[in-house]
């Protein structure tokens, strides 16, 4: 009876910390998606060709390097 006991609340925390890792991996996804979704894109300066990842959402940007201005392709 006490080994079943044992066996139960084993099986109990085996499943807790497996909803815990379900839940944490889905809040990642979820924290990923909203990421993703601020549109992060990859920019390469014109002039000294650098690359950066900017959330541009305006006709132009200034390169932080050399401070010339890029026009959105
Ligand atoms: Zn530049």
Redesign the pocket.
């Known amino acids: 009876m006490k080994l079943e006991l044992t066996f139960f609340i084993g099986v109990l925390l085996a499943f807790f910390v497996l909803i815990i890792l379900c839940i944490d991996f889905l809040r990642e996804r979820s924290i990923i998606n909203v990421v993703k979704k601020i549109r992060r894109e990859r920019k390469t300066?014109?002039?000294?060709?650098?690359v950066y990842f900017f959330s541009v959402t305006a006709k132009y940007w200034r390169?932080?390097?050399?401070?010339?201005m890029?026009k959105e392709k």
């Open positions: 300066c014109e002039v000294c060709a650098s390169c932080p390097l050399c401070g010339s890029n």
